[in-house]
């Protein structure tokens, strides 16, 4: 389980993540391939792709492929609260 301030961090980064591929599928004329959006990612954020943002990246993608809602709390472990429970 996560603490609450890893929980909230890990959301923002998959929340900006989301936003970067959303975007450049909306602006491209293609369905951009896996490499495409791991390219245009690493532009975005001025940094290289780690193996767990490529990962992440791989699901955002699947879902904008099917249509699918995208919430990365369905795929962040649970918080611990910052009373225990």
Avoid: K
């Avoid at 929980?7 to 491209?28: A, P």
């Avoid at 959006?37 to 792709?49: G, K, N, P, W």
């Avoid at 369905?74 to 429970?85: E, I, N, Q, R, S």
């Amino acid at each position: 389980m996560l603490d609450s301030t890893s929980y909230h961090q890990q959301l923002w980064i998959v929340e900006r993540l989301y936003r970067v591929c959303s975007v450049y599928r909306s602006m491209s004329a293609n369905e951009p391939c896996l490499e495409q959006y791991e390219r245009q990612v690493s532009l975005m954020l001025d940094e290289r792709v780690s193996p767990a943002a490529s990962a992440w990246i791989e699901l955002i993608v699947q879902s904008l492929r099917c249509g699918q809602a995208f919430d990365s709390r369905d795929y962040l472990p649970a918080c611990v609260a910052p009373d225990g429970t």
